[in-house]
C-alpha cells in the first residue's frame, strides 16, 4: 500500500502464475458458467474478464488482511426520511447519522456517503451504519466530530442523466437541506463538506467533487468504478452513461484537472477490474493545496467486501483530517 506520499504501484504481475494458468485451465469451465451468476458487484466481470473474480478467490487474490477494529464507542442517534427531488424527478430516501455524544442540532462537518450500483441509502457503507461508521476508531484513534448523510441515488452512476440528475439532487437539495440542519454549513474558509463513495458511489464521489469544487472540501474514492472508454462502459452496463457525449462531459480521468483544489483519497486493489481506470485517474490527478500529492492506497485485493471494509476507516480519518481542520 502506499502512504501519503502518492507513489503509484506498478501491477504486481505482468501475467498469470503458473498456479493461476493451472487453475484457468482446470476449471475453465466452472468458472464460465459461475461468472454468468456469480459476477459480483457492478457487472465488471460482464464483457470485461469473464469469470475473472471467482478464479481471484480461489487463488486467494482477494484475500486482505483484516483491519482489526478496535470496539467503536457507542454510537450516536441517526434519522432516516424522504423528500420529493426535482433534479431526480422521484422521492428519494436518506439516513443522517451522528458521532458519538452529539445529536441533531448541534453544527458538524457533513461527509456524504454515495452508495454503489444496486443499492441505495441503506447500504451505501459496506456492513455498518452511519452512525456506526463515525464512532470507529482508526488505528484506536476515534474519528473527529462529524456528521454522514447517505441518500438514494438510483442506478444511473450519480452522473446525469435525461429526467434523472443526481448530482443537482446533491448539490442543490441534499447539501442545502443538511446545512438547514447546521451541517456542514461553511463558517470559515475550511469547507466542511466531504465525500466518499464504494464503487459506483467512488466514481460518483469524484464527480461530485469535480462539478462542484467550491462545496467539497475532500473526497475519499474506494475502489471507484471508473471506465477508460465510453465503449468499456457499454460493454459492462449499457444504462452507466446516457451516450459517448454524456461519458466524455463525465470521465473524471479527463477533468481531474478540476481537482486542483480539493484533497484527494484513492483506494484500489491489484485484482480489481476497474484498477487501470483508478490507476489513469491517479496519474491525472493534480497536486492539493500546498503541493500535496494525492493520497493512494493501491494494495492487494479485489472489488469485494472485504477491500472496502478494510479501506473505510482510513478513508473517514482522511476526510476527518480535512474537513475539522483549523480555518
Known amino acids: 500500500m502506499t502512504g501519503p506520499s502518492g507513489t503509484l504501484t506498478p501491477d504486481h504481475v505482468s501475467g498469470p502464475t503458473p498456479r493461476r494458468r493451472f487453475l484457468r485451465y482446470a476449471l475453465g469451465g466452472f468458472v464460465a458458467v459461475a461468472a454468468a451468476g456469480a459476477a459480483g458487484f457492478e457487472l465488471v466481470d460482464r464483457g470485461v474478464l469473464p469469470g475473472k473474480s471467482e478464479l481471484d478467490q480461489l487463488d486467494g487474490a482477494c484475500d486482505v488482511p483484516s483491519p482489526g477494529f478496535d470496539p467503536y464507542a457507542a454510537p450516536g442517534p441517526q434519522h432516516s426520511g424522504t423528500f420529493y427531488s426535482a433534479a431526480r424527478r422521484t422521492t428519494v430516501g436518506y439516513t443522517i447519522g451522528y458521532p458519538p455524544r452529539h445529536g441533531p442540532g448541534d453544527r458538524l462537518p457533513l461527509l456524504i456517503a454515495l452508495h454503489g450500483f444496486g443499492g441505495n441509502h441503506t447500504d451505501a457503507l459496506s456492513g455498518i451504519t452511519p452512525s456506526q461508521a463515525l464512532a470507529l476508531k482508526p488505528s484506536g484513534v476515534p474519528l473527529p466530530p462529524m456528521a454522514l448523510v447517505t441518500v438514494d441515488g438510483g442506478g444511473g452512476y450519480w452522473n446525469p442523466h435525461p429526467d434523472d440528475n443526481p448530482q443537482a439532487m446533491l448539490a442543490d437539495e441534499l447539501i442545502p437541506m443538511c ?38 472540501g475532500a473526497v475519499a474514492a ?17 444504462g452507466a452513461y446516457a451516450s459517448a457525449a454524456d461519458f466524455a462531459q463525465d470521465d473524471v480521468v479527463t477533468h481531474a484537472a478540476a481537482l486542483a483544489s480539493v484533497p484527494v483519497r484513492l483506494a484500489s486493489g491489484h485484482d480489481d477490474p476497474f484498477f487501470p481506470g483508478v490507476q489513469a485517474l491517479a496519474r491525472a490527478l493534480p497536486a492539493t493545496p500546498g503541493g500535496a500529492p494525492p493520497e493512494l492506497a493501491f494494495a492487494e485485493g479485489c472489488h469485494t467486501a472485504p477491500f472496502f471494509t478494510a479501506q473505510e476507516p482510513p478513508s473517514l480519518a482522511f476526510l476527518g483530517r480535512h474537513l475539522t481542520a483549523p480555518a
Open 222 to 238: 474506494i475502489s471507484p468504478a471508473i471506465w477508460t472508454s465510453y465503449a468499456q462502459a457499454q460493454s459492462a452496463n449499457a
Open 179 to 216: 446545512q438547514r440542519k447546521r451541517l456542514g454549513a461553511d463558517t470559515t474558509s475550511v469547507k466542511r463538506i466531504g465525500v466518499l463513495g464504494i464503487s459506483m458511489g467512488g466514481y460518483g464521489a469524484i464527480l461530485l467533487a469535480e462539478k462542484y469544487p467550491h462545496l467539497i
